[in-house]
């Protein structure tokens, strides 16, 4: 049974304030004319007060939660007072705040100070620094992403570039949180970074912090045929304004279709879910139905007035890791029938957080409500979801899992090249490197870069992963090393050149993921997708090829459209 609506925490200023009004002992009775007495009507109405407050505390510590809460409280003061090993109260609340969150679902959880400041900068998507995405690999700080038009960008820092020291102090041995902590600061500071490129030596750059914006869509464009193409990556603060925005810009050159990419998109603001769904479906449309703790709690979420003119065909892609806000929006195109959607089964994470700041101490991420879609089905592991769901679900799909696609695809395999040179940092590294002699105009050079990436991997020595070729390496390794003996030289040359021939033949196999990763580098390096270098990308991506297919051909695209909300999905067979 729920509590009566009584404030269900009470502080000594709230009480104090009840009781003074109740005695009459406040401001205003002192600007009061005297009176001989408050009468019958006034007696009863402070006996009425005072039984209310009465009533309100009895009800509280009556109530088992709430005197767990008070047990709690006396628990943290005991250990404060008595404690051998002295304490600070912070430390107290934080443990406590996070064990709280501990038996609740995955996704509820405390927010230190830190924390908490970084996931409201994720979800505003813009921060206070240079603009520059770093991580750890072989001991060292290795840039992987820079922001366009931010004071890292400014003075030419690029991704697959090592920094090595950070005002003087050397970052050998530090992990990526503590190198971002010496790089923060605030806006207009000054900061004074040495990088070095791959195979250049160690400069010394300044670069005075600034506001950057996260670009939450790194890949934007038009192909020569006219398919747009739009990757989004985050749910961010004022992402469906700017993708209704980015529309209208590709209008301007009359596109068959648009491919909305939410791959890997782990969601973000539910809001912008909201107002992503209005750039692509009339006003009033729903988009998604909250489930709070009981059935008063559900509420419906639609669409309000049309961000954008367009109605043409368009196709979503998701896959395993499209989760949250990015659900919601491919769960109201696929209801409306608005879009057809490709790829594999999205997450699906199916609650709603709520974060509520708790001052200087940081902040509590809870799980207010699960949401579905516009039509009943739930999201999210059923395992996931308490007993009390089943009970008031009424109209809804029962249990939950993630969104299956219209066109089912594969899954991409990744191979022991790709994986190498992922693993490496090697596609923006290239990228890097060859950025200001970029040949490549689109897939027709494909033989050209596959050919360019060979002679690269060749002059760093570099071995893919698995037993064959982890032996190589080591013979080689030998080889090198030791001393001479012309009977074994000849035997490891042997195996060598066997082994080297092996590993080239792979990577011959492996030459469209290849192709694919390179392009994919190139793109999020530049500020504009050339139409040919977007055309490459897309040939050699299998998702991105199936999903430009079903643009150029508006036949099929209607057929499979109306098949999949008739409950028949697809299967498409890998390139």
């Known amino acids: ?38 009468g019958l009507r006034g007696l009863l109405s402070l006996f009425v007060g005072m039984a209310l407050v009465a009533l309100s505390i009895w009800y509280v510590r009556s109530d088992s939660r709430y005197q767990a809460a008070e047990n ?104 990526p949180a503590r190198v971002v902590q010496r790089i923060k600061g605030p806006a207009g500071a000054e900061v004074t970074i040495t990088v070095q490129s791959p195979g250049g030596a160690p400069r010394t750059v300044h670069l005075a912090r600034r506001t950057v914006a996260v670009n939450v869509f790194p890949i934007v464009g038009i192909t020569r045929s006219g398919v747009a193409y739009i990757r989004w990556t985050q749910f961010t603060t004022g992402s469906g304004d700017r993708l209704a ?88 195109f696929r209801d409306a029938s608005r879009s057809l959607v490709i790829g594999r089964r999205s997450f699906g994470k199916g609650w709603v957080q709520t974060v509520a700041p708790l001052g200087s101490m940081g902040a509590l991420r809870l799980s207010t409500a699960r949401y579905a879609t516009p039509g009943g ?61 970029w040949s490549a105009a689109g897939a027709e050079d494909s033989t050209y870069l596959l050919d360019a990436l060979t002679r690269w991997r060749d002059s760093l020595g570099l071995y893919p992963s698995g037993p064959g070729m982890m032996l190589m390496s080591r013979v080689k390794l030998e080889r090198d090393s030791s001393n001479p003996s012309p009977l074994r030289d000849s035997i490891l040359s042997t195996l060598v050149s066997t082994m080297s021939e092996d590993g080239d033949l792979l990577f011959r196999r492996e030459g469209r993921h290849l192709l694919r990763r390179l392009w994919e580098e190139r793109l999020l390096s530049v500020s504009d997708a050339d139409p ?27 057929l499979l459209l109306e098949n999949a909300r008739a409950g028949d999905h697809a299967n498409v067979v890998s390139r």
Request: with cysteine.
């Open 72 to 175: 709690l409280s006396a628990a943290a003061r005991i250990v404060l007072e008595r404690a051998a090993v002295p304490v600070d109260a912070s430390q107290i609340a934080e443990a406590a705040a996070r064990g709280l969150t501990s038996v609740l679902d995955p996704y509820s959880s405390f927010l230190s100070p830190d924390e908490y400041e970084s996931f409201t900068e994720q979800t505003e998507g813009e921060y206070v620094g240079i603009g520059a995405e770093i991580t750890a690999r072989d001991g060292a700080i290795i840039v992987y992403n820079v922001f366009p038009l931010s004071p890292a960008a400014d003075v030419f820092i690029r991704p697959g570039d090592r920094i090595v020291a950070i005002d003087g102090e050397s970052t050998a041995g530090l992990l």
């Open 532 to 558: 040919g270098e977007l055309e490459a990308m897309i040939e050699f991506d299998t998702d991105l090829a199936v999903a430009r297919d079903l643009i150029e051909q508006p036949e099929r695209y209607r």
């Open 245 to 332: 925005a980015l529309v209208e810009d590709l209008l301007v050159d009359r596109p068959i279709g648009i491919v909305l990419d939410l791959r890997g998109n782990p969601g973000g603001l539910l809001d912008e879910a909201v107002s992503a769904a209005g750039v692509f479906l009339p006003a009033g449309t729903p988009v998604c139905r909250l489930v709070g703790r009981n059935a008063a709690t559900t509420t419906e979420l639609v669409t309000e007035a049309p961000t954008s003119s367009y109605q043409g065909p368009l196709v979503v892609i998701q896959d395993a890791s499209t989760a949250s806000a990015s659900e919601v929006l491919v769960g109201a």
């Open 377 to 437: 089905s739930m999201v999210g592991d059923p395992r996931l979801a308490r007993a009390q769901y089943d009970s008031i679900l009424d109209g809804f799909t029962p249990g939950g899992t993630g969104l299956d696609p219209d066109v089912d695809l594969p899954a991409p395999l990744v191979g022991p090249w790709e994986s190498e040179f992922l693993k490496a940092g090697l596609f923006s590294d290239y990228v890097a490197v060859n950025a200001d002699d």
């Open 1 to 38: 049974m729920d509590p009566p609506l009584i404030p269900s925490v009470m502080t000594s200023q709230d009480h104090s304030l009840i009781v003074a009004a109740a005695s009459g002992e406040d401001e205003r009775a002192e600007a009061t004319p005297p009176s001989s007495g408050i």
